[in-house]
């Protein structure tokens, strides 16, 4: 029996709502996770993050002291895992933290990601060795630093893992949404010419946002107000208007361009007072729409998908996107073996092994970047 690999990931996505922390074994050519918690983020934190969403005063100072309380919740849910599981610090490799995004423009001259999360106050705190920071490296090479996570899903859910030989798509559903297709057979002979995907748009981001505004919940609980709602086609129509949608790829996005503000300057423009609950059916049904038209019109040959992330426990947008991509078989990725709410952190702590390993974590036909490249800062522990 194989002697266990254990790495750590963490994630805090899009949405801000939680730091999800997960213990995988990589051992034996597997991907085992053993333990699994998620810890909300303070609502007071949490508020200060969207600010530094924007330009604020004195914005350079929150951004700094909110790195280090970051960096200390990621710590303490690592500790409070660890204790859960009776693992010690000394049996985990390493961490791989995210972090989380605080602006991400690749479309700039000068492009940039920001991720905070401080990993040397991870590595101190947790005494493990932490890598950190991975999408600069991307960003650096003149990729979009983003989607990520494609690379892990072929790894994971590629070729060695479809017995069928089928076409699939591996969707994950965080604030902003991105689509992973992995090719069935015939294999070809490089892993980064048999991967493609992007960011599709938002996931959610406006769903949560404006469940926020109006019912001050954080997000929709099973897609039931959606639900209750009916889309409005002329608003879908000018949402769907925007650019972003049609562009090619590599493309990637987050809260710069999918915001309350876009949103409530589209609802303006149509000059008519749509019920909120509407509004909330509406945004349902663009997250489903952006998502399965991009799978239609870009992997048609697509027999499966699988979906992850947070939103695949919204029913009513999973619903939405079953009978969008009809005939197409629409599940979670366990089926496949990773639980949905899972494989964000998971794809962390792979692409954490990856660095140490010193092999390459992205992917440029996913990113755009000119050349793969070994991606992340190691921050190694006493």
């Given at each position: 029996m194989a002697e266990a690999e254990l790495y750590?990931?963490?994630?805090?996505?899009?949405?801000?709502?939680?730091?999800?922390?997960?213990?995988?074994?990589?051992?034996?050519?597997?991907?085992?996770?053993?333990?699994?918690?998620?810890?909300p983020i303070p609502e007071q934190i949490r508020r200060q993050l969207l600010t530094l969403q924007g330009t604020s005063n004195n914005e350079l100072d929150l951004a700094a002291r909110m790195d280090r309380q970051l960096a200390r919740l990621i710590a303490q849910s690592i500790q409070s895992l660890l204790k859960d599981s009776g693992l010690s610090p000394q049996q985990i490799t390493a961490i791989g933290s995210h972090g989380q995004t605080l602006r991400h423009e690749p479309e700039l001259t000068d492009s940039y990601t920001i991720q905070i999360g401080d990993p040397n106050t991870i590595a101190e705190l947790t005494?493990?060795?932490?890598?950190?920071?991975?999408?600069?490296?991307?960003?650096?090479?003149?990729?979009?630093?983003?989607?990520?996570?494609?690379?892990?899903?072929?790894?994971?859910?590629?070729?060695?893992?479809?017995?069928?030989?089928?076409?699939?798509?591996?969707?994950?559903?965080?604030?902003?949404?991105?689509?992973?297709?992995?090719?069935?057979?015939?294999q070809k002979s490089k892993l980064e010419k048999t991967i493609s995907g992007f960011d599709t748009g938002p996931g959610n981001v406006l769903l949560d946002s404006w469940i926020m505004k109006h019912k001050n919940q954080a997000y929709d609980k099973n897609g039931d107000w959606s639900k209750a709602g009916t889309v409005h086609q002329v608003l879908l129509n000018q949402l769907l208007s925007l650019p972003y949608f049609s562009a090619p790829a590599p493309k990637s996005t987050g809260r710069e361009q999918f915001n309350l503000h876009w949103l409530e300057s589209t609802l303006n423009d149509i000059h008519e007072d749509i019920p909120a609950a509407d509004v909330q059916a509406t945004l349902a049904m663009l997250s489903a729409r952006t998502i399965s038209q991009a799978i239609i019109d870009t992997a048609p040959s697509t027999k499966s998908v699988y979906i992850c992330g947070g939103g695949a426990y919204n029913q009513h947008l999973c619903t939405l996107l079953t009978q969008a991509l009809a005939p197409r078989q629409v599940c979670l990725t366990d089926t496949l073996g990773i639980k949905a709410e899972r494989v964000e952190a998971i794809a962390f702590a792979w692409?954490?092994?990856?660095?140490?390993?010193k092999l390459p974590g992205n992917c440029p036909s996913v990113t755009g970047?000119?050349?793969?490249?070994?991606?992340?800062?190691?921050?190694?522990?006493?």
């Open positions: 750590i990931g963490v994630m805090s996505g899009t949405s801000m709502d939680a730091i999800d922390v997960v213990v995988v074994d990589f051992s034996g050519n597997q991907t085992a996770d053993l333990a699994y918690r998620s810890d005494k493990i060795t932490t890598v950190a920071d991975f999408r600069r490296r991307d960003i650096a090479a003149g990729g979009q630093g983003a989607p990520l996570v494609p690379p892990f899903h072929a790894a994971v859910f590629g070729d060695n893992h479809n017995d069928s030989g089928e076409d699939r798509a591996i969707v994950n559903i965080g604030g902003m949404a991105n689509i992973t297709f992995l090719e069935g057979r015939p692409l954490a092994r990856q660095t140490l390993l970047a000119n050349n793969t490249s070994i991606l992340g800062g190691v921050y190694f522990s006493n």
